[in-house]
């Protein structure tokens, strides 16, 4: 008893020490319970909202090869992707402590009408310039719904509940993911300007998700005027995130394709972004008074794992979505109909084996089990993509990117429940906020390093062939060559064996990353279950309640954390962090 006492003080000294230190004492909570029906008109609008934004997102994929051909975009219609997430990731930082001080209703709106605008302007580009700035516009919404949705579902449901939650919301990401290049091929087929009708068609979605967000979900509001409210954001911490992360991302995305690495752009653009984030941290630790994101989030082992598994989540997931699509179009020849009916099966497979993990957590009360299993069955999927050739069959390509679709619906909503409850209530809007920063950078670094192996594989296995001429050797790289080309039948072997070397890479590039994810799961595992805080234990009471805890947790903790000092002691003495977060 007196060591539950000494606990439960221990507990309350630090929530009051974290009040005191950020300002949380002027922050309101605006957790609620609705009645059963007006949760249910919420939760649709809140996954109507997921749903546009996964449609909007996955449709541009399909159209990449169209895009490019009708804007003469070349190589830089990667862009189309980068720019999304250069404006996702931007902003992202900022929406979990502004809806503390604004409200979560408003931030979602201000979100839903980004999505909107954007996606009108996209639809009327005339130039690259144009749709790349616009789509940075439909990121910057896209990034708010992510983040927002997510923290009021924290708000409106109970800890041991939200995963049979978040599995409808893994549902709804799935249904818009698998509709998106469905709705871009046939638009694409049925007119020569479908790819415009593909970003106006989700704007359209947008603007009545707008008007029915209003009256269905009535959150709680915050009181304060605008000055107020404003009084209280750190802008010269909005201010230094924003251009440290714009010109990190930009050259990262630009060295090697638009400029060389040691072009004078590059660096000078790398040199300033990383003093920007670094006046940023100095800023959130010695002047923010609430600041954007508490740097204690780092301090804290079991969130700062599962924030680093979140950045290679996207690394690999976001390549993968953008890199498939065009391996069918270019290496097989395959129509934007057909590329979008065989990327089916990967993110129909993402959203069921998502809606099934909610309930399995909310049976169980466990999540990393489901964590476990997810990154296992991803990384096997994404090693098996190394069979993808010039004469795969369908077959291997349904079953192949299933399994994977798979392992990823069992890692992206569970991942989130896990953050949240390993995080105080204070932190829980900003620690969200943050996983989603970290996973959006890892979209950015993965799509910027995969063009890059792109290009570098395939313009030195087309410069081993001499036969093939130098405007033919162009076409390809900027992506206007396709395989059904009559004017070049003659070196098409030559060219596709290039383009089969250059996915084969790739995909063993995103083998390796889900090996480091899995190695970063075991960790967090032991971490969570041998070395709670006094807020992680309550947390974990309260995720088990009702449920036995069997004696085989300990074995399963201790046999994990010599799986991982076993087989990779050499990975964690060149990783200093990791290996101070293995060793307690």
């Not at 972004?273 to 100095?282: A, D, K, N, S």
Request: hydrophobic share 45%.
């Amino acid at each position: 008893m007196e060591e539950a006492r000494n606990a439960e003080s221990s507990k309350q000294t630090t929530e009051s020490d974290i009040r005191q230190d950020t300002g949380q004492a002027e922050l309101q909570d605006q957790a609620q319970r609705l009645p059963f029906l007006r949760l249910l008109l919420a939760y649709f609008c809140l996954c109507f909202c997921y749903l546009i934004s996964y449609l909007d997102m996955n449709s541009v994929a399909t159209s990449l090869p169209t895009i490019s051909e009708a804007l003469d975009a070349g190589p830089t219609v990667t862009w189309v992707g980068t720019s999304y997430l250069l404006g996702q990731l931007s902003f992202q930082p900022l929406y979990g402590r502004i809806s503390d001080i604004t409200g979560r209703k408003p931030v979602l709106l201000f979100s839903m009408g980004c999505i909107v605008v954007g996606g009108v302007l996209c639809g009327f580009a005339r130039t690259p310039v144009w749709l790349y700035i616009c789509r940075t516009i439909s990121g910057v919404g896209g990034g708010g719904i992510s983040s927002s949705v997510a923290i009021i579902v924290s708000d409106l449901v109970s800890l041991r509940s939200r995963g049979k939650y978040q599995g409808f919301i893994s549902l709804a990401i799935g249904t818009g993911a698998a509709s998106g290049p469905f709705v871009a091929a046939g638009l694409i087929q049925m007119t020569t300007d479908g790819w415009r009708w593909a970003f106006w068609v989700p704007a359209i979605m947008g603007a009545v998700c707008f008007v029915l967000l209003i009256p269905f979900l009535p959150l709680k509001p915050v009181s304060g005027g605008l000055k107020d409210k404003a009084r209280k954001i750190d802008w010269w911490g909005v201010l230094a995130s924003i251009a440290g992360i714009v010109l990190t991302v930009m050259s990262i995305n630009s060295g090697g394709s638009m400029w060389a690495w040691e072009n004078v752009k590059t660096i000078s653009m790398l040199t300033v972004g990383i003093v920007m984030l670094l006046v940023f941290v100095m800023i959130e630790a010695f002047f923010a008074k609430i600041p954007i994101i508490p740097l204690r989030l780092f301090k804290q082992r079991s969130p700062s794992v599962l924030i680093l598994t979140g950045f290679l989540h996207d690394f690999a997931w976001q390549s993968t979505q953008y890199f498939v699509p065009l391996y069918y179009q270019t290496v097989r020849g395959f129509t934007p109909l057909k590329s979008a009916t065989l990327i089916v099966p990967f993110l129909l497979a993402q959203g069921i084996a998502g809606a099934a993990s909610g309930p399995i957590m909310a049976r169980y009360a466990r999540y990393m089990p489901i964590l476990r299993a997810g990154f296992i069955i991803w990384t096997l999927g994404a090693g098996l993509k190394l069979l993808f050739s010039q004469n795969t069959h369908i077959a291997t390509y349904i079953a192949v990117l299933a399994v994977e679709g798979a392992g990823i619906g069992w890692v992206h909503q569970p991942g989130l429940v896990a953050l949240q409850a390993n995080s105080a209530d204070e932190d829980r809007a900003v620690a969200t906020g943050t996983r989603n920063v970290f996973r959006s950078l890892g979209g950015v670094v993965g799509i910027a390093v995969s063009t890059a192996v792109y290009y570098a594989v395939l313009e030195k296995s087309l410069k081993q062939n001499n036969i093939i001429s130098d405007r033919l050797r162009e076409s390809v790289l900027d992506g206007t060559w396709s395989s059904n080309d009559s004017s070049s039948t003659q070196y098409e072997s030559a060219i596709l064996s290039a383009l089969e070397t250059r996915a084969k890479i790739q995909a063993q590039n995103s083998r390796e990353m889900q090996s480091k994810v899995e190695e970063d799961v075991r960790i967090s595992r032991y971490l969570s279950i041998l070395k709670l805080s006094a807020r992680d234990r309550d947390t974990e009471r309260a995720m088990r309640t009702g449920v036995q805890i069997y004696p085989t947790i300990l074995l399963q903790s201790i046999f994990n954390l010599l799986a991982v000092l076993y087989k990779r002691i050499s990975y964690l003495d060149r990783y200093p962090f990791r290996r101070a977060s293995a060793v307690i």
